[in-house]
């Protein structure tokens, strides 16, 4: 993959954060959560799926009520409005969409959570954000980023001591599959083509980044399954509503069924989608000797 600047990564990664709200709203759940949910049983729907996915990285985190969190590349708002609203959090996140950052804070002010909620605008590489946070989120968010270490490093200094780190992540499942299809014209319409840049690495790869940055791995879960099953429904529910789609965004709907199928077609065989948890401190989640 070519070498991109973080600047030039944030820019080409931004006009698919640009769309329309209307857009994302036609196929995500009513959250707009845009990443994958936990299925906990067969008969669970997308909005069960992405609920019980964001108490599942409460859990991760240790959150008890309360706490500072910070959520980088924070989407449409989903997890810092509901761990706000759900747990009291007083939570910051981070955008390169001005929609977005417009839409979450008029979502806030509907729910009553405004004073709550905080919005940094731009690249999490260039923003000053002021810690310590008690709990650090990255849902979907690095592989949009070229230097994974230096950010981790940023995030490490923003937590307090012993404070929490929730990363998940699509991943080549190892080094000879992002060697093979990372190229792909299937894939490159996935990583350029819709998202402007992407760089979909390896698990070591992202373990590497995560351990160079100090943290300490607490945990790691295999959430590919429900991203199957999660892009399954967008899918279903993008190709029943294809004009809607082409009067939101013109010549829109094609493109975006094929980034769909094109994701769902490789996972388990090139693809994997991990949730990684860690701490900042040295001895782990016990502090024993």
């Not at 996915?53 to 959520?71: I, Q, S, W, Y």
């Not at 001005?98 to 690249?123: C, D, N």
Request: with cysteine; glycine share 10%.
């Amino acid at each position: 993959m070519t070498a991109l600047t973080p600047q030039e990564a944030y820019q080409a990664t931004n006009k698919h954060y640009e769309l329309p709200a209307e857009l994302f709203g036609i196929y995500l759940d009513r959250r707009l959560k845009y990443s994958s949910g936990l299925y906990t049983n067969g008969h669970s729907d997308l909005d069960q799926a992405q609920t019980d996915k964001l108490h599942f990285v409460a859990r991760r985190l240790g959150l008890t009520g309360g706490e500072r969190l910070l959520d980088v590349g924070c989407g449409w708002g989903s997890l810092i409005l509901f761990m706000a609203q759900e747990y009291g959090c007083h939570a910051t996140g981070v955008t390169p969409s001005r929609p977005q950052a417009e839409y979450i804070r008029a979502q806030a002010e509907k729910a009553g959570v405004a004073e709550l909620i905080a919005l940094e605008l731009g690249s999490f590489t260039d923003v000053e954000v002021t810690g310590p946070f008690d709990a650090v989120t990255m849902l979907g968010s690095i592989v949009h980023m070229p230097d994974r270490t230096a950010v981790l490093r940023k995030v490490y200094g923003l937590l307090r001591g012993g404070g929490s780190l929730y990363l998940s992540e699509s991943c080549f499942r190892d080094h000879a599959a992002y060697e093979e299809f990372s190229q792909r014209p299937g894939t490159k319409h996935v990583t350029e083509g819709i998202f402007g840049f992407a760089d979909m690495v390896p698990l070591s790869v992202l373990v590497e980044a995560v351990e160079s940055a100090r943290f300490s791995l607490t945990g790691l879960a295999d959430l590919t399954a429900h991203y199957h099953r999660t892009i399954e429904e967008w899918e279903q529910r993008v190709g029943a509503a294809r004009d809607h789609v082409e009067l939101v965004a013109p010549g829109m709907s094609e493109p975006l069924i094929r980034y769909l199928r094109t994701a769902n077609a490789g996972w388990g065989y090139t693809t994997k989608h991990y949730a990684l948890s860690a701490l900042k401190s040295r001895m782990g989640p016990t502090e024993a000797p």
